[in-house]
């Protein structure tokens, strides 16, 4: 933990990724808080995986303060089968950001990272910041993990070399409104979200990938944007991230069940990913942060946002 910073209430932020499910989130927590400087962007605003639209962005900004949320990102189905653009573009955007970050004099950045950089640890419940770099990534998203993992590596080289302060969020699964809605291509709960809205309005039973048993810490957007901002003020290098809360698949399959009544096939020939991933939170309690959003409430929230949204909705 670093002695914590102040920040004044005009200093300019930059949120790329602004436009999706923490970004819009963070901005609005941060609003709330009475900053009044705030650029959050989406990929209409400016292609980060283009150097010198990013130089142009941080010349036009110049912010105090960044957090990068952006990312082409997917479910299992997605990093699976986009492997090859899902690293180049990924990469390519990360890079970017923090070079132009570091270029422009940025006070500090905060990235995020994913659980997903961590190695599969057999036999070990709970995932610690200093283990990233003991394995190589689970096969199902090494694509996606590798290029979190660069990221974290020129952050660090930067602070290094260059004295950038910055922190690398390493969250657990995330979800809320304006997350993206994809059925085969999405992460867990806006997929099933997407699912039980479809398989209640056609009136037909809900297939729900593998057998349910995998186990995840799941972070309301809300909770997320809150521990960001904790992170900003408090902490450096690799943070892990996440509500605190455990359950299995089975529990968000069960939640949309009593929401929805639509009845549940269970495809076991589909994959489960890595079955167990949750993380140690010391480093992030030590800033005080506690998630307030249970998983019941979080779910219930998601989906009366998706049914009064889904023709607009992120697919």
Request: charged share 20%.
């Amino acid at each position: 933990m670093q002695a914590q910073i102040t920040i004044n209430k005009s200093d300019q932020f930059l949120i790329t990724g602004g436009t999706g499910l923490v970004g819009r989130a963070l901005a609005k927590l941060l609003a709330d808080q009475g900053f009044n400087n705030i650029v959050a962007i989406g990929s209409r605003d400016c292609d980060l995986r283009d150097g010198s639209e990013v130089q142009k962005l941080f010349s036009n900004i110049s912010p105090d303060y960044v957090f990068h949320l952006a990312a082409r990102v997917h479910g299992i189905g997605g990093n699976a089968k986009y492997k090859s653009d899902v690293l180049y573009e990924n990469v390519m955007i990360n890079t970017n950001v923090v070079e132009h970050a570091r270029r422009s004099g940025v006070k500090k950045i905060v990235a995020m990272g994913s659980g997903c950089v961590y190695p599969e640890l057999k036999g070990q419940e709970e995932l610690f910041e200093n283990q990233v770099w003991i394995g190589p990534p689970h096969p199902s998203e090494d694509s996606y993990a590798h290029s979190k993992r660069l990221m974290l590596a020129q952050l660090d080289a930067a602070k290094e070399q260059y004295g950038l302060s910055s922190a690398f969020v390493i969250s657990g699964n995330l979800y809320g409104p304006h997350d993206s809605f994809n059925i085969e291509e999405g992460h867990v709960i806006p997929s099933l979200v997407a699912k039980f809205f479809a398989a209640a309005r056609d009136g037909k039973p809900v297939q729900v990938w593998g057998s349910g048993v995998a186990i995840r810490d799941f972070s309301y957007c809300d909770d997320t944007a809150s521990a960001l901002i904790a992170i900003l003020h408090n902490l450096e290098g690799a943070v892990n991230l996440g509500s605190g809360m455990r359950h299995p698949i089975r529990d968000i399959v069960q939640a949309l069940h009593v929401l929805t009544g639509v009845p549940i096939e269970w495809d076991a020939n589909k994959p489960d990913g890595q079955l167990v991933r949750f993380y140690n939170l010391d480093k992030l309690e030590s800033t005080d942060f506690k998630a307030k959003v249970g998983l019941e409430d979080g779910i219930r929230r998601t989906y009366e946002w998706y049914v009064a949204n889904w023709q607009v909705a992120r697919k």
